[in-house]
C-alpha cells in the first residue's frame, strides 16, 4: 500500500507561484508512475501533468495543454517526494490538486483511472 500526502497549497495572487509537495510513505514510489490531476467546484477532475518512472521511461513527462510552459512536474526519489512547481497563475488555476501513483508503470498515464493510489487534496485558490 502507498500512502499520499499533498502540501502546499494556499491562496495566491494571479501571477504569482506555488509550488506543491507530494510524500509518499508506505513503500518507494521509484518505479511508480506519478501525477497530478485537478477539480475545480462543479467540474470534473482533470489531469495536469504526469512524470513516468525513471527506470522504465526515463522519467518523462507530460503536461495537459493548459498548464504547458507554466507548470513543471519533479520527483526526488531519495525523498520519496513528488512536487508541482506553478508559475504564472491564473484565477482558472484554482482547484483542489491531488497527487496520485501506479505502481510499476512504463508510461506516464493521462486518465485518472490509471491510477492506483491517491492523495487527500490540497486547495489552490488564485485571486484575479
Known amino acids: 500500500q502507498v500512502q499520499l500526502v499533498e502540501s502546499g497549497g494556499g491562496l495566491v495572487q494571479a501571477g504569482g507561484s506555488l509550488r506543491l509537495s507530494c510524500a509518499a510513505s508506505?513503500?518507494?514510489?521509484?518505479?511508480?508512475?506519478m501525477g497530478w490531476f485537478r477539480q475545480a467546484p462543479g467540474k470534473e477532475r482533470e489531469f495536469v501533468a504526469a512524470?513516468?518512472?525513471?527506470?522504465?521511461?526515463?522519467?518523462?513527462?507530460v503536461y495537459a495543454d493548459s498548464v504547458k510552459g507554466r507548470f513543471t512536474i519533479s520527483r526526488d526519489n531519495a525523498k520519496n517526494t513528488l512536487y508541482l512547481q506553478m508559475n504564472s497563475l491564473k484565477p482558472e488555476d484554482t482547484a483542489v490538486y491531488y497527487c496520485a501513483a501506479v505502481l510499476l508503470s512504463r508510461t506516464a498515464p493521462m486518465n485518472s483511472y490509471q491510477y492506483d493510489y491517491w492523495g487527500q487534496g490540497t486547495q489552490v485558490t488564485v485571486s484575479s
Open positions: 512524470i513516468a518512472a525513471i527506470s522504465w521511461s526515463g522519467g518523462n513527462t
Open positions: 508506505g513503500r518507494t514510489v521509484s518505479n511508480a508512475a
